[in-house]
């Protein structure tokens, strides 16, 4: 993973619910996503091609949407940059700017997890290939089992050999194999787009915009 990075529409496809916390609708679905990531700023915000937003009592009619997330919580702790953390907060957002909800807060903030995510989870030495939109070949699986008291139960990670990004996802441990608490979401990595010069971006890409600033409408995770 790199410690800034931009990934297209093209080289990154989500599957399941979304906002996958806030409910089901859109399960069976799939739909192009768009990430900026800075582990420097902390801060991570996704473009969803089609969002169910009437879940957090937003439009009523799938749309394209956004999630910002900036600052950290703890055990992230500070960015490797900065000599204190800034509190965690995020939003999420409608492309055109009429919905706007803070999506962090009680009972948990969310933040953009640090690049090193995958150290704390298990290699799992018994599945070694893996089918996605993009590929299909040898990979190594990394997942992870959250205590009883966690609103989600699995987690997972697959790699190519030689570490590029395949994909990643929470509750099930495969794109069909639905297991514990959780919506079963994920996300397909184009692993040849890796290894191309990476596109730069304007940091202003985080900034909250005017209608985040303002809302007093919470969707919070759970």
Wanted: net charge negative; aromatic share 12%; proline share 9%.
């Amino acid at each position: 993973m790199k410690s800034k990075r931009k990934i297209f529409t093209d080289e990154l496809v989500g599957h399941g619910a979304y906002p996958f916390w806030a409910g089901s609708e859109g399960a069976k679905s799939s739909a192009p996503i768009e990430v900026w990531y800075s582990e420097a700023l902390a801060s991570e915000k996704f473009y969803h091609a089609s969002c169910h937003l009437d879940e957090v009592k937003g439009p009523s009619d799938p749309a394209p949407c956004f999630h910002l997330m900036t600052g950290t919580v703890h055990p992230h702790g500070p960015p490797r940059d900065e000599a204190a953390p800034r509190a965690a907060k995020a939003y999420l957002y409608s492309a055109d700017l009429d919905f706007c909800c803070k999506s962090s807060g009680s009972p948990e903030d969310l933040s953009a997890p640090k690049s090193d995510f995958m150290d704390k989870m298990t290699l799992d030495a018994n599945r070694t290939n893996v089918t996605t939109e993009f590929y299909d070949g040898p990979a190594r699986w990394f997942a992870m089992k959250l205590d009883k008291g966690e609103l989600v139960s699995d987690f997972r990670y697959v790699m190519t050999p030689d570490g590029r990004p395949l994909q990643q996802g929470e509750g099930g441990t495969g794109p069909a194999s639905k297991t514990g608490r959780g919506n079963l979401v994920y996300h397909d990595y184009n692993v040849t787009s890796w290894g191309a010069p990476e596109a730069p971006f304007d940091a202003a890409i985080f900034d909250v915009p005017a209608a985040c600033q303002a809302t007093e409408k919470h969707c919070a995770f759970p």
